[in-house]
């Protein structure tokens, strides 16, 4: 997948120690590298002290290497996977509320999206409420498709994932530019 600046997009997923400071840390790393965070997650892992951060960015690969490095050598940092979005398995909630106070209005919203297959997450007099989990790519398509209609507020969570195992960030021809 590529990233915003056509450069590719990793996603990296970082096990770390839940204590207060962590995450400044991490991201000063991404800031002193001058790597944009596309998305940000942090929430509870499977153990009560260790927090998962998981953070969508794109860049140089060589950049990434270093910057999977550096992350790595953080005191509280344990432990450091990437993973190329176009391996699968990278997901992300979309809560995307439409102005629909008819039932055709909904109707035609419903039928519009039903490649996407969203969930009805709320309906109310006015407005309807869509939710689509899905990768970051069909996500925007989503959104895409909704442009034609009024949207009043649009909700993403933000990338997440539970990759099979550790592997270090590949070459691949970006590398060489």
Do not use: W, Y
């Amino acid at each position: 997948m590529v990233g915003r600046n056509s450069t590719p997009e990793r996603v990296f997923v970082a096990l770390v120690s839940d204590r207060p400071g962590v995450l400044s840390k991490i991201a000063d790393v991404f800031f002193r590298r001058g790597i944009n965070i596309i998305t940000l997650t942090v929430g509870a892992s499977h153990r009560p002290d260790v927090s998962k951060i998981v953070i969508r960015c794109d860049g140089r690969t060589d950049a990434l290497r270093r910057l999977a490095l550096l992350l790595e050598n953080l005191v509280d940092v344990l432990d450091v996977e990437v993973v190329d979005p176009e391996d699968g398995g990278i997901f992300e909630l979309c809560l995307a509320r439409m102005r629909a106070a008819s039932i055709r209005e909904r109707n035609e919203i419903v039928e519009k999206t039903v490649a996407f297959r969203p969930r009805i997450a709320l309906t109310d007099r006015d407005s309807i409420v869509l939710e689509l989990i899905d990768s970051p790519a069909t996500i925007d398509h989503f959104v895409h498709t909704l442009g034609s209609f009024e949207l009043v507020d649009i909700s993403r969570t933000g990338v997440t994932t539970t990759p099979a195992s550790i592997s270090p960030l590949e070459l691949d021809d970006d590398s060489r530019q």
